[in-house]
């Protein structure tokens, strides 16, 4: 290979590394690698930055307003209203909730869909005694299947849409992925309906143990100065026999008891750890002298009112992966505190303040009403839900949302606008109609995402330019090409599924078009059914709980292990792989 193109594949390893291992935001490693190669002369300003003017990050910024627009209104959040009281049977109840889940998903970022659907689920599945690991899996698979069904179903699909029309042929239209897609989304689902509840585990006990309860939570808490816990044993003040609550370790100027005998006696100012299921944790502020040790960190101010606890997951790609509370300096940074934490499968011995963060960690964070808006301008955490009562949604302007949706897909049906005129004439319309406000329509645009998939064209054009796509493709794809034509597509798709597991999906898409468009051309194969394969292959991510954000959001939520994923996602995506095969090469003929 001559020189641009051994420069561009140890730029594009160092950057699938750097993203793979979480040392850095997406959006800044692959930001970084395109300015190395602008500098490096393998590309020039135009091709580095050509993604900011393509219409795919536009699309998508805008898209994120109109799925804001329908969180905002409730217009999705009763589709866990669809399980019942659960006197039917669980594949029917099933059913109920990941066909809705799909469609709506085919019109909406999928990623809001399950921040409303999960917790809800969770709290049916508390009410009725079911293990919330048996359903929430299942709903974040059914929204990335449902992506699959039209354009603006993911952000995945409109850049390949966006790599399609900078390479000079026609942009996707609004239906056509779902040539493949509407059948490999009907085959999973049947498949999470009919395989889902016997693969996946059961992560809660019928007693609510605390050692097995799927939900365990580390919190600390202090014994105050006028406790009237001071000068009483462990057993004495009640502390011993918590129902779903385990004292795991306590700490007295600065020496450790662990574990914690019932005749030890409480002196002011111990810190006490606990562990147990997270109504129960939060049940800890009650009990008369004991303080969270993180709530006296706020200051005295009568606003105790204005505060409330939420549920956040450490999102990936977080600026807080990696490092600490402490080190990030979580307080200053938020105004609140991390009352609590839990790590999907395992239950954290550490004091607070010493954990170092991963993604898919829940935090049970005590701070003021804005958190919800302050969270979302970093984009460090996929915020859940608060705990308790939420404000009302507005569900007066839901007509006015479904109103404005609909005109959005017979305007992209009827090819009456483009992608990018139609999503910012829909996301202006909301603000315009008071759905949102102008800063509510800011904070809801992931710019992390944004600048992602903007960055990643210049990426992906250093891979076609320096000759890198061509020699990966002769190297790697000609084999699998004398095995025939199906075999060469089949390859890629499996290519990009694998880097997906990685990397975003965006960056994966973007890396692997190239590549894919070079192997179609040597083989003399007509690229767009392999580009479909790429869009398919970004998407289909169910092999562990980092390849999209929504099965990040539900790890620690449904107290998986990160083993749960290959369980049930492995035969999905062997399934996936089966289906693609045999309608790609019939919907988009490859000679």
């Not at 805008?62 to 039917?88: F, N």
């Not at 954000?549 to 620690?556: C, D």
């Amino acid at each position: 290979m001559i020189l641009d193109a051994w420069l561009t594949l140890g730029v594009v390893v160092t950057a699938v590394a750097v993203m793979a291992t979480d040392r850095a935001p997406a959006s800044y490693v692959v930001m970084a690698a395109t300015t190395v190669l602008l500098v490096a002369g393998v590309i020039d300003t135009g091709q580095a930055f050509q993604g900011f003017s393509n219409p795919a990050p536009i699309a998508v910024a805008a898209l994120y307003v109109v799925a804001a627009g329908a969180a905002k209104t409730g217009l999705v959040d009763r589709l866990p209203a669809l399980l019942g009281s659960g006197a039917s049977g669980a594949r029917v109840q099933m059913a109920r909730l990941l066909v809705p889940t799909a469609v709506a998903s085919a019109f909406l970022n999928n990623t809001p869909i399950v921040a409303m659907v999960a917790p809800s689920v969770l709290s049916w599945a508390q009410r009725t005694r079911r293990s919330p690991s048996k359903w929430l899996m299942p709903v974040s698979f059914a929204s990335i299947l449902g992506g699959l069904l039209t354009l603006i179903g993911t952000s995945t699909n409109l850049v390949v849409s966006g790599l399609l029309e900078a390479s000079g042929a026609a942009p996707l239209g609004l239906f056509e992925i779902g040539l493949v897609g509407l059948p490999v989304a009907g085959a999973g689902l049947a498949f999470l309906v009919l395989a889902g509840p016997a693969l996946l585990p059961d992560r809660r006990s019928a007693v609510q143990d605390v050692d097995e309860d799927g939900r365990k939570f580390t919190v600390e808490m202090l014994v105050s100065a006028e406790s009237p816990l001071v000068g009483q044993t462990i057993d004495e003040g009640g502390l011993r026999h918590l129902d779903g609550v385990f004292l795991v370790e306590l700490e007295r100027r600065g020496r450790r008891l662990t574990p914690v005998t019932p005749s030890e006696l409480l002196e002011a100012g111990d810190r006490l750890t606990f562990a147990g299921n997270i109504g129960r944790v939060l049940d800890l502020q009650r009990i008369p002298g004991l303080v969270s040790a993180e709530e006296r960190h706020f200051p005295d101010g009568g606003d105790r009112v204005q505060r409330r606890f939420f549920e956040a997951v450490i999102a990936e790609g977080s600026s807080l992966a990696g490092s600490t509370l402490k080190e990030v300096g979580f307080r200053a940074r938020y105004g609140a505190a991390v009352v609590a934490i839990r790590r999907a499968g395992a239950r954290i011995a550490l004091k607070l303040g010493d954990i170092t963060l991963r993604p898919g960690d829940l935090l049970v964070v005590l701070a003021h009403e804005d958190f919800q808006r302050l969270a979302r301008r970093p984009r460090d955490f996929i915020v859940v839900a608060p705990l308790g009562d939420d404000p009302p949604p507005r569900r007066k302007k839901q007509g006015l949302v479904a109103l404005v949706m609909a005109g959005l897909m017979v305007a992209l049906g009827t090819q009456v606008l483009d992608v990018v005129q139609a999503s910012l004439l829909a996301a202006v319309a909301l603000v315009a109609l008071r759905v949102l406000t102008p800063a509510e329509a800011r904070f809801a645009v992931d710019l992390n995402v944004v600048v992602v998939i903007g960055a990643s064209f210049g990426l992906g054009a250093a891979i076609a330019q320096s000759g890198l796509a061509d020699q990966i493709a002769l190297v790697f794809i000609r084999p699998l090409a004398m095995l025939g034509d199906t075999t060469l597509l089949l390859g890629i798709l499996i290519g990009t599924m694998c880097l997906t597991e990685l990397i975003t999906n965006n960056a994966a898409a973007v890396l692997m078009f190239p590549i894919a468009t070079a192997a179609a051309a040597q083989a003399g194969l007509d690229p767009r059914g392999f580009a479909i394969a790429v869009a398919l292959g970004a998407s289909a991510s169910f092999l562990s709980p980092i390849g999209y954000q929504t099965n990040t959001m539900v790890y620690a939520m449904g107290g998986y292990r990160f083993t749960d994923f290959t369980r049930l996602g492995l035969p999905l995506t062997i399934l996936v792989v089966v289906v693609a095969g045999l309608v790609l090469p019939v919907a988009w003929p490859l000679r």
